[in-house]
């Protein structure tokens, strides 16, 4: 038995190499032969089209080969098909063979994006990604023309970022689509989109973008070399990709910023910053990325200085709430009750009257439910999710505690600690914050108000240590930018922001149009 599942797993592998083996073919001359390699190739799918026809006034054959529902149908038949067919009344049309299909590629085909290919692999990858390859009997190559056509989604408001001033335009699944939305933003010459594919299999497209001239080359240099090391089938969504080239896996903390926004992906490519973006997903990535970047969003600009000073001072002491005030409840009930004010201490010794369980209990019990609450609102329909949030949250911490099960303070501290949560603008760092809170919780349990203090400096050891694609996760507080603080938490007038970040050390340091490069 062993010996037969070794046979069929050689024959297996000697099966895909031969496959991978008869990517590398080059096109031959006979066109029958190369429809029969192609349909090989794919195993003839019942979505592969293969038009052959003959070409008027000469006795040309060739053909066209793309895939159904990939392409736009009508570009197909209308500029390609009907032009190479009828549409020329040229009687003086070559009967060479390459000299034909020169004038095919130079005067006939009315497609902007066409290039040549000679090999299989150049015909696989085009076709299965919405182009339409030419073949012409006797040519030993191929017209690759981009004829893409699929469906796709709107420009729409971005669901996990919304605004109150601002655009309101967020990315969709085509590349293309997100890259145009970039470029609104930055009719700078120096805006660079390098392509590359990703994945073995699926051979996505992914894009590389960032302003020359700004962005330091060692931090472009550090990201490729990053990119070059992806090894895997495929990468359906940006999270392969940043937890692919991240620098700490082990790390709670994101290390690389994902977006909706364009105006986010903007600000950060003028400030010297490096986006990625990967076909299939309206999430755009953006590296590196810091600590103080967390608490910060496109609307502090939009806003006067002040308004957005208070906003951001609003989501640091959000921050806090989140991740330390169920832990100093559980430290100063359980260890520290001499620190609470009497009339204070009274009330909550009063609330807690006839609860079963220590305070530490009680907490976890709260914050693994409106984790479960806010997972079920997250996975409902949007109609209903809301609502069995609310209500659900409710119902349950009003039957609590009239069972006695927790003390209505410990929902009001549930309860602020949820809504703190909710105002920092990243996704991923408010779950991040949510895991620290356990931990505080549990050090709180054991030591006190000493082990608050001691997750504390151990969280503060590692954030110093983490970076992002080589840069310090902690700057610009540690190591120390002063320039950088006046955009930190406090946010100076715009007038005086008038250098980019210098933790990122930016080629060009000075924003506006009189940079010390010229930029």
Same mark, same amino acid.
């Given at each position: 038995?062993?010996? !037969?599942?070794?046979?069929?797993?050689?024959?297996?592998?000697?099966?895909?190499?031969?496959?991978?083996?008869?990517?590398?073919?080059?096109?031959?001359?006979?066109?029958?032969?190369?429809?029969?390699?192609?349909?090989?190739?794919?195993?003839?799918?019942? %979505?592969?089209?293969?038009?052959?026809?003959?070409?008027?006034?000469?006795?040309?054959?060739?053909?066209?080969?793309?895939?159904?529902?990939?392409?736009?149908?009508?570009?197909?038949?209308?500029?390609?098909?009907?032009?190479?067919?009828?549409?020329? &009344?040229?009687?003086?049309?070559?009967?060479?063979?390459?000299?034909?299909?020169?004038?095919?590629?130079?005067?006939?085909?009315?497609?902007?994006?066409?290039?040549?290919?000679?090999?299989? %692999?150049? /015909?696989?990858?085009?076709?299965?990604?919405?182009?339409?390859?030419?073949?012409?009997?006797?040519?030993? &190559?191929?017209?690759?023309?981009?004829?893409?056509?699929?469906?796709?989604?709107?420009?729409?408001?971005?669901?996990?970022?919304?605004?109150?001033?601002?655009?309101?335009?967020? +990315?969709?699944?085509?590349?293309?689509?997100?890259?145009?939305?970039?470029?609104?933003?930055?009719? %700078?010459?120096?805006?660079? !989109?390098?392509?590359?594919?990703?994945?073995?299999?699926?051979?996505?497209?992914?894009?590389?973008?960032?302003?020359?001239?700004?962005?330091?080359?060692?931090?472009?240099?550090?990201?490729?070399?990053?990119?070059?090391?992806?090894?895997?089938?495929?990468?359906?969504?940006?999270? +392969?990709? $940043?937890?692919?080239?991240?620098?700490?896996?082990?790390?709670?903390?994101?290390?690389?910023?994902?977006? $909706?926004?364009?105006?986010?992906?903007?600000?950060?490519?003028?400030?010297?910053?490096?986006?990625?973006?990967?076909?299939?997903?309206?999430? /755009?990535?953006?590296?590196? !990325?810091?600590?103080?970047?967390?608490?910060?969003?496109?609307?502090?600009?939009?806003?006067?200085?002040?308004?957005?000073?208070?906003?951001?001072?609003?989501?640091?002491?959000?921050?806090?709430?989140?991740?330390f005030v169920p832990a100093l409840y559980v430290a100063l009930v359980s260890f520290h009750q001499g620190m609470i004010p009497s009339d204070l201490a009274f009330s909550i010794a009063a609330t807690r009257?006839?609860?079963?369980?220590?305070?530490?209990? &009680?907490?976890?019990?709260?914050?693994?439910?409106?984790?479960?609450?806010?997972?079920?609102?997250?996975?409902?329909?949007?109609?209903?999710?809301?609502?069995?949030?609310?209500?659900?949250?409710?119902?349950?911490?009003?039957?609590?505690?009239?069972?006695?099960?927790?003390?209505?303070?410990?929902?009001?501290?549930?309860?602020?600690?949820?809504?703190?949560? +909710?105002?920092?603008?990243?996704?991923?760092?408010?779950?991040? !914050?949510?895991?620290?809170?356990?931990?505080?919780?549990?050090?709180?349990?054991?030591?006190?108000?000493?082990?608050?203090?001691?997750?504390?400096?151990?969280?503060?050891i590692h954030i110093v240590n983490l970076k992002s694609i080589g840069v310090p996760y902690s700057a610009p507080f540690a190591p120390s930018f002063f320039s950088d603080w006046k955009d930190l938490i406090?946010?100076?007038?715009?007038?005086?922001?008038?250098?980019?970040?210098?933790?990122?050390?930016?080629?060009?340091?000075?924003?506006?149009?009189?940079? $010390?490069?010229?930029?």
């Amino acid at each position: 038995m062993g010996s !037969f599942f070794k046979r069929k797993k050689q024959d297996k592998k000697k099966k895909q190499q031969t496959k991978d083996e008869d990517f590398s073919i080059q096109i031959g001359k006979n066109l029958d032969k190369n429809m029969e390699n192609i349909k090989k190739m794919l195993e003839q799918p019942n %979505d592969l089209i293969i038009r052959k026809f003959s070409i008027r006034n000469t006795n040309h054959k060739g053909a066209i080969v793309c895939i159904d529902g990939l392409i736009d149908t009508a570009e197909v038949d209308n500029d390609i098909l009907l032009r190479i067919q009828g549409v020329t &009344e040229r009687k003086e049309l070559p009967h060479n063979t390459k000299q034909m299909f020169e004038v095919i590629y130079q005067e006939m085909i009315s497609v902007s994006d066409i290039q040549k290919g000679k090999t299989l %692999d150049d /015909v696989t990858n085009a076709i299965l990604y919405g182009s339409a390859v030419f073949y012409l009997d006797g040519i030993d &190559e191929v017209l690759i023309m981009d004829t893409k056509g699929w469906e796709s989604r709107s420009i729409e408001e971005p669901i996990t970022e919304p605004v109150i001033r601002g655009p309101r335009e967020g +990315f969709v699944e085509n590349v293309r689509t997100n890259m145009v939305l970039i470029r609104r933003y930055i009719r %700078d010459p120096n805006l660079r !989109f390098k392509t590359r594919k990703i994945g073995r299999r699926s051979k996505k497209v992914l894009v590389v973008s960032y302003v020359e001239g700004i962005t330091h080359p060692d931090l472009l240099k550090e990201i490729n070399r990053r990119l070059d090391t992806i090894d895997m089938d495929d990468a359906p969504e940006s999270g +392969f990709i $940043e937890q692919w080239i991240e620098d700490s896996f082990l790390s709670p903390f994101p290390q690389i910023m994902n977006t $909706e926004r364009p105006d986010k992906v903007a600000l950060g490519l003028l400030e010297g910053k490096v986006a990625i973006i990967l076909d299939g997903t309206p999430m /755009v990535l953006i590296l590196p !990325f810091n600590i103080g970047d967390a608490l910060q969003t496109p609307e502090d600009y939009y806003e006067r200085w002040a308004v957005g000073t208070l906003l951001r001072a609003l989501r640091y002491l959000a921050a806090f709430i989140a991740m330390f005030v169920p832990a100093l409840y559980v430290a100063l009930v359980s260890f520290h009750q001499g620190m609470i004010p009497s009339d204070l201490a009274f009330s909550i010794a009063a609330t807690r009257e006839g609860v079963p369980f220590p305070a530490f209990v &009680e907490a976890m019990l709260m914050a693994v439910t409106m984790e479960l609450l806010r997972e079920a609102g997250a996975r409902l329909p949007r109609t209903i999710g809301q609502t069995i949030g609310i209500v659900g949250g409710l119902v349950i911490g009003d039957a609590a505690v009239q069972a006695g099960i927790v003390s209505p303070v410990m929902v009001i501290v549930v309860a602020l600690t949820a809504i703190a949560s +909710f105002s920092l603008p990243a996704y991923s760092v408010a779950i991040s !914050f949510r895991m620290i809170r356990f931990g505080f919780m549990i050090a709180a349990a054991f030591f006190g108000l000493y082990g608050i203090i001691l997750a504390y400096i151990m969280v503060n050891i590692h954030i110093v240590n983490l970076k992002s694609i080589g840069v310090p996760y902690s700057a610009p507080f540690a190591p120390s930018f002063f320039s950088d603080w006046k955009d930190l938490i406090f946010r100076a007038p715009i007038q005086v922001l008038t250098r980019r970040p210098q933790y990122l050390k930016p080629t060009d340091q000075k924003s506006g149009n009189k940079g $010390e490069n010229g930029s």
